[in-house]
């Protein structure tokens, strides 16, 4: 007896990992192509590929697949699924996301650059409204945050490690009103209702986090 339920326990535990994985992987395909159809629609039935039109793309499939991560770290949380099952996960849209991040605003200046505007600060107003340079400079502001996070390798077991990692939900946050401001996919109609659900179940995942991690830490 003692036997049958350690093995419908295990059983049970190794399924519930297999259903978090097959969920980070699957939420994060269907939010890729949630981008990218808002990006085609955009388009009207004429898609134009150079820098300017592919550089919207790239910082809207950062952004989700950003937001996956946070939900899929409050899910495994309330699961208590090790991370070790997420592994390769993480791994692959890790590398993803910082892709994803760098050409964002990568060719976007390169273009600016490469059309005579100069480089940043500067360029920007040749692209967007004086009015709109801040919104910008917070998704500037939020690269060099995301960035910093890629230093865990070195600075990972630092006591101070703990606020680079606290910055990245205000990176997010700065991120979210940064594609407010600017982003022209995000004034789809049905896009805007994702954008707002991303928004709310982001600060929802993102405390639920905080204060998970903060419990087990006391």
Request: hydrophobic share 55%; glycine share 6%.
């Amino acid at each position: 007896m003692l036997g049958l339920l350690l093995f419908k326990k295990y059983n049970y535990d190794m399924n519930l990992n297999k259903m978090v994985v097959f969920a980070a992987w699957l939420l994060s395909l269907v939010v890729s192509a949630i981008a990218i159809t808002v990006w085609v629609q955009c388009f009207n039935g004429e898609i134009t590929l150079n820098n300017y039109s592919l550089f919207p793309l790239f910082g809207l499939l950062a952004f989700s697949l950003m937001w996956v991560h946070y939900i899929v770290g409050a899910l495994r949380r309330y699961f208590a699924v090790d991370k070790k099952h997420l592994k390769i996960y993480y791994k692959v849209t890790s590398v993803t996301v910082l892709l994803a991040i760098l050409l964002h605003p990568g060719l976007f200046i390169y273009q600016l650059w490469r059309n005579g505007y100069g480089l940043p600060p500067e360029s920007y107003k040749y692209y967007v409204a004086s009015s709109a340079v801040w919104a910008v400079m917070l998704g500037t502001i939020a690269l060099w945050i995301f960035l910093a996070f890629e230093t865990k390798r070195v600075f990972g077991k630092k006591q101070w490690w703990k606020l680079v990692e606290c910055a990245q939900i205000l990176a997010m946050v700065l991120i979210y009103i940064h594609a407010l401001q600017l982003g022209g996919e995000i004034q789809t109609g049905w896009y805007k209702v994702v954008w707002v659900f991303y928004g709310l179940s982001f600060l929802a995942a993102s405390t639920y986090i905080f204060i998970k991690d903060r419990g087990e830490s006391k």
